[in-house]
């Protein structure tokens, strides 16, 4: 806990002068976003988000939407998108390391376990109005938020970069003229410790303010290995961010933010699940192929979290960035730019076969990213007949990835077997031992937008909000790999037997797409309180460019035609009823929707004359339907709660030549037909609900509450294999604390209160020899926190 002790003196250092500072007189409000007229005297506990880039009512917004407070979310003391996900269900999150990382709403987003450097998100990821490109940038720590929207749907109109599933748009608390800071402290089980501090204040008179936010978080890892005697997958998390708020004129304010991260854990590996039965001879599955090498895994019960893998593990990611809001308030309207930078740096070190076999020696996949973005945008004040927002947005990324992949003594038998060609020429073990390839990819996208969005007041009680946007993006690329090492040889069964493993290839393309999406809503409020609505969207998510190698045609060459994936479309219909009842004590909200994707984004198997190989292209047709509702009942005596579910009914339409099944695969590549089948990724039913009760005693509160989630059964494949499918599962949290009305607070959590097994992802071992190696979610842990408050 050194760390620890040297950040809090650093957050103390930094609150004397900020607070030396502090000025009694009340600071003039500076103009935001342009805002709507909200009327918060008929309802003082009201949600505001900012889902259509203006400051509106969460219950007067026509889309579906989840809004979690960072209030509620300190309460619960969740400090990442991974638990998130237990609090709002239509949000699924998926990571085996931060490179590998998706987002998933409504059963859409990326295909499921896809890592692929040139394909864009399809759920889009903001913080303060900034767009992140990387899926990276959900895996890090949340740090003073103010508010997480979670929006459902296809984004095409207003947000930065088009996305065809829905975006998390996350806001941090702003820079304060009045002296604020909060200081937080967390110990528990498996040396879990947390320190969280922040402090917001004048610094010149009251024109310009400052804030500083520091966390750092650390805990062991929940699975052991018995190499090296280590706990692995832990945690090891820093984050700062720094704000200043410059209230140039009375209409004029500047917001500049930078921030830094870094995670650097021992991690990331997974543990012995299952063996499968493949339809490969019985010499080559797993069983045979373990007791040829009289390998026995660690355990062969996944709840036991031990591993044997005998690689370096390491997930160094580094996540950056700076931006600068302008806001000027022009009595109508506010014109509002953003403009920002953002940079991501992975340095990752991988034992890829799971195993202390010598099959993959090392495997690792280095990136640097860079990314530069502008938004300009005019949106009208107030509440007019009609209100507008109309804009234009450029983005430009550069990304740098490198792969190195070496095999080992024992990868020759495993991989390709004793023989090899018609003609069964002996394969010598240590044929690819040595084997390597290195690989560099180099791409850029640049991106550019118009939009335009209006709200047709007709009536006090009926609004049609059309919007349009317009969208040009140009991506290149260029990629090259080569091979060596292995064993020397002339002979060409064996020379061929190497290239199966792995070919040299380089490749340039270059392409460009543009599209013109938008929505149409239509809403009425039949009576005070309650919204109906209905909607129409039509998303995009921009087209990619294969950076991983391509399958090769009958010449032996690079297939070219595969190399860029197309844009992903889809339609999607909804109709929506948001009510509040008993003086807004009751919160009811209600959606049911339908969304069509024309070219999704996949992971498929070539059915050429070529080598067969997996590759990244679009799949015809699939479809996401459902229902959700979100309940939420406001303290009465001291009693609150909610219940939240969504229904997702996700499939391949048509997906022909889709990746087989482990169950399915045979000694050569084959292509199968998954029409009709479930998306991977998506559970059917996903559920959560709590409650808080809480009671004055002396000078604060003393409360008690209780989080629990439930998660159906989804396949972790996006082939559908019996084999990978992980079981539903229900997690219970349970806490207890003390709050003062002095500002501190201590409260006691414990997550998985029933400890309960279960598996977050599963996957199939290089080969498919039929091991699934998989991995488990977070066995029952308790903590403590200590917090502290003033000002505001």
């Known amino acids: 806990m050194t760390k620890n002790a040297v950040f809090l003196s650093l957050l103390l250092s930094t609150a004397y002068p900020v607070i030396g500072h502090a000025q009694a007189a009340d600071q003039p409000a500076a103009p935001q976003q342009a805002q709507s007229a909200i009327d918060v005297d008929n309802d003082p506990g009201a949600i505001v988000v900012t889902a259509r880039r203006r400051e509106e009512r969460a219950q007067d917004v026509p889309i579906a939407l989840s809004v979690l407070s960072g209030v509620s979310l300190a309460q619960q003391a969740t400090f990442s998108l991974a638990q998130i996900t237990q609090l709002a269900p239509t949000l699924q999150f998926t990571s085996s390391n931060p490179r590998n990382t998706s987002l998933n709403i409504r059963g859409l987003g990326v295909s499921y376990g896809l890592a692929n450097d040139g394909l864009e998100q399809g759920v889009g990821f903001y913080v303060d109005g900034v767009y992140n490109s990387r899926p990276a940038a959900a895996s890090f720590d949340l740090l003073d938020v103010e508010r997480v929207e979670i929006l459902r749907g296809p984004q095409g109109t207003l947000f930065g970069k088009n996305t065809t599933a829905g975006a998390i748009n996350i806001t941090t608390a702003a820079p304060s003229f009045t002296p604020e800071g909060q200081f937080e402290g967390s110990v528990g089980t498996h040396s879990f410790g947390q320190i969280k ?239 390597i390839t290195t690989s560099e990819a180099v791409s850029t996208t640049q991106s550019y937008a118009g939009f335009a969005q209006a709200t047709w007041n007709i009536s006090p009680t009926l609004h049609f909000t059309p919007g349009v946007r317009y969208t040009y993006e140009k991506k290149d690329a260029d990629y090259a790999a080569v091979v060596g090492g292995g064993l020397a ?180 590549t084959a292509s199968c037909n998954l029409s009709g089948q479930d998306l991977p990724g998506s559970s059917k039913w996903a559920l959560s609900a709590g409650s808080e009760y809480r009671r004055p005693v002396r000078d604060g509160s003393a409360y008690i509450g209780v989080d629990a989630n439930y998660r159906s059964s989804f396949y972790a494949d996006s082939s559908d294999s019996k084999y990978l499918k992980i079981d539903g599962y229900a997690l219970v949290n349970a806490r207890i604390g003390y709050a003062s009305d002095k500002g501190w607070e201590v409260f006691a959590l414990v997550r998985n209160v029933l400890n309960k097994n279960y598996l977050q992802l599963l996957t199939p071992q290089t080969g498919n020899s039929g091991l699934v190696s998989g991995l488990p979610g977070d066995p029952r842990t308790f903590q403590v926190t200590a917090r502290y408050r003033f000002g505001g």
Do not use: M
């Not at 949106?379 to 080992?408: C, F, H, P, R």
């Not at 579910?645 to 695969?665: M, Q, R, V």
């Open 197 to 435: 501090g922040s402090v917001s204040g004048p610094l010149v008179g009251d024109s310009v303010a400052g804030r500083l936010s520091v966390g750092y978080t650390t805990r062991d890892g929940f699975v052991k290995s018995t190499k090296t005697g280590r706990n692995t997958n832990d945690l090891d998390n820093f984050v700062v961010r720094g704000q200043l708020l410059w209230n140039a004129t009375p209409t004029l304010n500047f917001r500049l933010s930078g921030d830094y991260n870094l995670q650097n854990p021992d991690c990331c590996t997974q543990v012995f699940v299952r063996a499968g039965t493949t339809l490969k001879p019985a010499s080559r599955q797993y069983a045979a192929l373990a007791a040829h090498y009289n390998y026995t895994p660690a355990s062969f019960d996944y709840t036991d979290r031990v591993a044997d893998v005998d690689g370096r593990l390491n997930a160094r990611s580094e996540l950056g960035g700076a931006s600068l809001t302008g806001n000027l308030d022009l009595g109508q309207a506010t014109l509002t730019s953003i403009t920002a930078w953002r940079f991501w740096n992975w340095a990752p070190a991988n034992d890829r076969d799971y195993t202390s076999l010598d099959i993959v020696r090392q495997s690792a996949n280095p990136v640097q990213q860079n990314q530069y973005s502008q938004e300009i945008r005019l949106s009208s004040n107030g509440k007019n007949t009609i209100d507008y927002t109309i804009g234009a947005y450029a983005y430009y990324q550069k990304l740098k990835g490198q792969n190195v992949t070496e095999w080992g003594a024992q990868g020759a038998y495993w991989l390709i077997g004793p023989t090899t060609g018609a003609n069964a020429t002996p394969v010598p073990e240590n044929l690819i031992d040595g084997y």
């Open 489 to 668: 040889t002339t002979n060409a069964a064996l020379l061929a037997a190497k290239l199966s493993i792995f070919r040299p290839q380089a490749y340039s393309v270059a392409f460009n797409s543009s599209a013109v999406t938008g929505d149409a809503n239509i809403s009425w409020q039949p009576v005070q309180n309650v919204l109906v609505y209905g909607s129409y969207a039509r998303g995009f998510k921009s087209g990619g460019i294969n950076l991983a190698g391509l399958p090769f045609n009958a010449a032996n060459n690079p297939a070219l035609n595969r190399a860029v994936v197309s844009p992903e479309k889809n339609q999607t219909y909804e109709l929506g009823l948001k009510t509040q009842w008993f003086r807004h004590l009751l919160t009811a909200n209600f959606a049911i929707f339908r969304t069509d994707v024309k070219d999704f984004q996949a992971n498929v198997v070539d059915t050429g004359p070529g080598a067969l190989r997996g590759y990244i292209a679009n799949v015809e047709k699939v479809r996401s339907q459902g229902a959700e509702f979100d309940i939420s009942v406001s303290p009465i005596n001291g009693l609150s709660g909610y219940f939240r579910g969504a229904y997702t009914d996700a499939k391949y339409i048509s997906f022909t030549n889709a990746p087989c099944p482990l169950e399915l695969i045979a000694n050569t």
